[in-house]
């Protein structure tokens, strides 16, 4: 097996409340290979989002060191995007501008800059609002212009905040399987936040498990799943399976004990 693209080394943080201390993560561990999709599933205020700020180098970790390509992580890498669940867009600019705002603040834009993100927003069915204005987007079109704004740049690694929590069932099943297709066209390395556990179970290779206050790694579990997935898959026995195991996971870890 090759080296990890990414590593956590017993990561923990904890976050200062005036005279007391409130820890978020404990001695998490694991590392993430070349082209695999994971997702982190936890219940809420077991340490999800702080752990991936942690991986992205937005937050120092209190104890513990994340590796990315064997260096350590200790502020944003120009190799790992983000797409949060809020878009961040910027509502005085027009799609193509938002999605081309970081390729911007590097350097000056040119007519190839332009082309690939045209070409970009195509990919994702918006060739008919580049000219368009955040306002005048749907949630779904928004999410998927702030997706296209992070793959841009191609990052070696993409983090994934819950980027689809907002959205309505069906506008979310369609960019799941939106995802899955950029991902398996551009071979790329994705680590996911989310609180579904089928949504983890239909794009993930490996699902996480977090759980607890402080949070703790409490499984890593492989999905077998064939690909390309169809949400037809969901449906199968050996799907079932894995969500009634994930979930097994989550109350296991939730029924431990507060450290005193």
């Known amino acids: 097996m090759t080296d990890p693209l990414l590593q956590a080394h017993n990561v923990s943080h904890n976050y200062p409340r005036r005279n007391r201390v409130t820890p978020a993560l404990a001695e998490v561990s694991f590392s993430l290979q070349e082209h695999e999709f994971a997702c982190v599933v936890g219940n809420s205020g077991s340490g999800k989002s702080t752990l991936l700020r942690i991986l992205g180098g937005l937050l120092p970790p209190t104890a513990g ?4 390509r064997g260096v350590p992580v200790r502020a944003p890498q120009p190799q790992i995007g ?25 350097k000056p834009l040119d007519k190839h800059d332009r082309e690939r993100a045209c070409a970009a927003l195509a990919l994702m069915g918006l060739e008919a609002f ?8 749907s949630g779904g079109m928004a999410q998927r212009v702030t997706l296209t704004r992070a793959l841009l ?42 609180h579904s556990i089928q949504e983890a179970v239909f794009l993930a290779d490996r699902v996480l498990v977090l759980s607890g206050q402080p949070g703790r790694l409490q499984g890593a579990i492989s999905v077998d799943l064939p690909r390309p997935r169809t949400l037809e898959m969901l449906t199968w ?15 296991t870890g939730a029924q431990e004990p507060l450290p005193q």
């Not at 983000?82 to 590097?106: C, G, I, K």
């Not at 580049?130 to 987007?137: G, I, K, M, N």
């Not at 026995?237 to 109350?251: D, K, M, N, T, V």
Request: proline share 6%.
């Open 153 to 194: 740049q191609s990052p070696a690694l993409l983090l994934l905040d819950e980027p689809f929590g907002a959205l309505d069932a069906l506008t979310r099943e369609r960019l799941n399987q939106e995802l899955l297709r950029l991902c398996r066209d551009r071979k790329q390395t994705a680590l996911m936040i989310t």
């Open 237 to 251: 026995p050996q799907a079932g399976a894995l969500i009634s195991e994930i979930r097994s996971c989550l109350a």
């Open 82 to 106: 983000f797409v949060f669940q809020n878009t961040n867009l910027m509502p005085w600019r027009t799609a193509l501008e938002n999605v081309l705002l970081p390729l911007e603040l590097h």
């Open 130 to 137: 580049v000219d368009a204005y955040p306002a005048q987007l």
């Open 65 to 68: 060191e994340v590796q990315f």
